[in-house]
């Protein structure tokens, strides 16, 4: 079984005093039950206190939004994997289309941060997705399969619970615009698939493939419906304790019928 993950994305907001009533806010009101995970993902001046004041806390892991693949040296502005271990990272955002596309980094990019990520034993949470134009071209899954492939081809995974995607179309990105549920079930089961001739069916089966792009309150019960949407990677929706916790505790079927 899949242990699906609420991931929050802030991005580049927040003041320390900001994160730290968001983080108590949010710890107040949301309850990740035991077969749950919560990755927060602050920018990287808040990890340590976001660090800290999930210390302890049962499902919770705190995650950076950028690595660089070099262990140390000149390389002044970027932060190592081991760095952010050294903060308390589990996770790392990788391949975010914010990052493709405004810092140009390319699928080689990807593939060493992804092999950097997995050997200091943090979980690359790799990011794919179409814009607009490549969708009404009909080549979505092309290009979020190009991604994948890119990033991911030739890598050594021994354990798919080590590894995360997140499918976000561009175009959903903070735009109020969702793919409809079974949209992304269908681009993500297609990633799945992929996944399986990359690595293998046991362990394109552990891992957990998240949507992004405009997750809200009212729409991830239904995204969280499909077989295949193991999580969402949010962003708006995440700067606000209370419509996150609500992600965090969104509905299945059967807590609905109950
Ligand atoms: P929004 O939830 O604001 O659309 O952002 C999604 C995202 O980019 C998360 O990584």
């Not at 589990?90 to 975010?96: E, F, M, Q």
């Not at 239904?222 to 965090?248: H, T």
Request: one cysteine or more.
């Amino acid at each position: 079984m899949r242990i699906p993950i609420l991931a929050a994305n802030w991005k580049m907001n927040l003041s320390r005093r900001e994160a730290k009533n968001l983080v108590e806010d949010l710890l107040k009101v949301a309850f990740p039950v035991q077969q749950r995970e919560v990755v927060i993902c602050p920018s990287f001046h808040l990890l340590s206190e976001v660090g800290s004041l999930l210390e302890g806390k049962a499902n919770y892991g705190l995650g950076a939004q950028n690595v660089y693949w070099k262990e140390s040296g000149a390389f002044t502005g970027e932060v190592s994997p081991t760095m952010l271990r050294d903060c308390g990272c589990s996770h790392v955002i990788i391949g975010h289309s914010e990052r493709r596309g405004y810092f140009h980094e390319t699928d080689k990019d990807c593939f060493a941060k992804v092999e950097a990520a997995l050997q200091h034993n943090l979980v690359p949470i790799l990011c794919v997705g179409e814009s607009l134009e490549q969708r009404e071209a009909g080549k979505t899954k092309e290009v979020v399969l190009g991604q994948l492939q890119g990033a991911l081809k030739g890598q050594s995974v021994s354990s798919g619970d080590k590894l995360v995607i997140a499918y976000e179309p561009i175009w959903a990105i903070g735009t109020g615009k969702t793919d409809t549920p079974e949209g992304a079930e269908s681009t993500i089961a297609v990633l799945r698939q992929e996944l399986g001739n990359l690595f293998g069916e046991r362990i394109a089966q552990q891992v957990r493939l998240l949507y992004g792009g405009s997750v809200n309150a009212g729409n991830v019960d239904a995204l969280m419906a499909q077989p295949n949407i193991d999580g969402a990677l949010v962003g708006g929706a995440s700067l606000k304790a209370e419509s996150f916790a609500r992600i965090v505790n969104y509905q299945t079927q059967a807590s609905l019928a109950n």
